[in-house]
């Protein structure tokens, strides 16, 4: 394991899927610098990537990506910033946080 120049295929298809597995069941905050093949920079560099094509479609798309930049840089998915949320502020606290935001 390591910076996967080296690795089969069979290790990099190994190693993506147990990555992707993990950030499924604990959350980004697992994505790690030295995880070989899907860390924080790589995932930001695809965000960044999708953001420059929306721009460049011209429909002012590209904010619907701001979710996912917030995302990486909590390393938090939503369901864990509730909890926690939940946890330290109790219910009352977990609703005045709460809110419907569409994007628009």
């Known amino acids: ?8 295929f069979d290790e990099v298809w190994g190693d993506f899927q ?4 993990d950030a499924e ?4 905050g ?8 899907l860390n924080a920079d790589f995932v930001e560099s695809i965000l960044k990537e999708c953001r420059k094509g929306l721009e460049s479609r011209g ?3 590209e904010h ?5 930049f ?3 840089q909590k390393r938090k ?3 864990q910033e509730a909890v926690e949320i939940a946890k330290s502020d109790g219910l009352q606290g977990f609703i005045s946080h709460s809110e419907i935001n569409c994007g628009f």
């Not at 069941?25 to 980004?28: K, S």
């Not at 697992?30 to 093949?37: G, K, N």
């Open 30 to 37: 697992m994505l790690r610098e030295d995880a070989s093949f």
């Open 18 to 21: 147990n990555t992707t597995m």
């Open 70 to 72: 917030h995302r990486m």
């Open 77 to 79: 998915n939503p369901a």
């Open 25 to 28: 069941n604990v959350g980004l």
């Open 1 to 8: 394991e390591g910076g996967g120049e080296n690795m089969t």
């Open 59 to 61: 429909l002012n798309e």
């Open 64 to 68: 619907l990506l701001d979710p996912l």
